[in-house]
């Protein structure tokens, strides 16, 4: 059987393969997956904190110690896990104003910009944010509230930030590959 990219033969116990095929779409499809529960978890973690401290202060007429804290870097947590997925979907706010008057052909360039201004968003983002890790790494400050070290949480914001990064980059391929596909091109 002819060997293609994105196929995996994966033996069996009676020496006969099965072949699976991974494509860049699936992955695509499963890294947007991933990073939208882990960005709902995050989002109804914090609402859950927020609802937790309005019961108890309902009732005991207190609030939850470092409620607040905890409820901002679990909701902004949530957001930067939704950048890799507004990336990678190209699913960030867009108005139909010229593309609907354009043609195919500028459509399609349009759509590689707009990919390209956001891998390039999101790379600035990425290095300025490692840059600050990087600074902080080792020091010894800590959040007010619960006393955890800011350069653990600078290095999961740099990972959040890398996988917006990696998301980005799947939207650009994407665009690329989109007209290559509609038009029987192989650019590889």
């Known amino acids: 059987m002819k060997r293609c990219p994105g196929r995996v ?107 390209g201004v956001s891998l390039l968003f999101s790379l600035i983002l990425l290095i300025a944010e490692y840059l600050t890790a990087y600074e902080k790494f080792g020091s010894p400050e800590t959040t007010p509230d619960t006393g955890m070290p800011v350069s653990i949480l600078l290095i999961i914001i740099t990972i959040t930030l890398f996988m917006a990064f990696c998301g980005a980059v799947i939207a650009l391929v994407n665009s690329i590959t989109h007209r290559a596909a509609d038009e029987g091109v192989n650019h590889g």
């Not at 069996?12 to 095929?21: D, G, L, P, T």
């Not at 927020?50 to 909701?75: G, K, M, N, P, Q």
């Not at 139909?96 to 052909?105: I, M, Q, R, T, V």
């Open 9 to 115: 033969r994966l033996p069996r116990q009676n020496n006969k393969s099965v072949e699976v095929v991974v494509s860049s779409k699936t992955l695509s499809h499963r890294f947007a997956q991933v990073m939208l529960i882990s960005a709902s978890s995050c989002f109804l973690i914090g609402a859950g904190i927020t609802l937790l401290d309005v019961f108890v202060r309902a009732l005991f007429h207190s609030h939850v110690d470092a409620s607040i804290e905890l409820t901002t870097l679990f909701i902004g947590l949530g957001a930067l896990l939704s950048m890799p997925v507004t990336f990678s979907r190209k699913g960030h706010i867009t108005a139909k104003l010229l593309s609907e008057f354009l043609p195919a052909k500028v459509g399609y360039w349009l759509a590689v910009f707009g990919a």
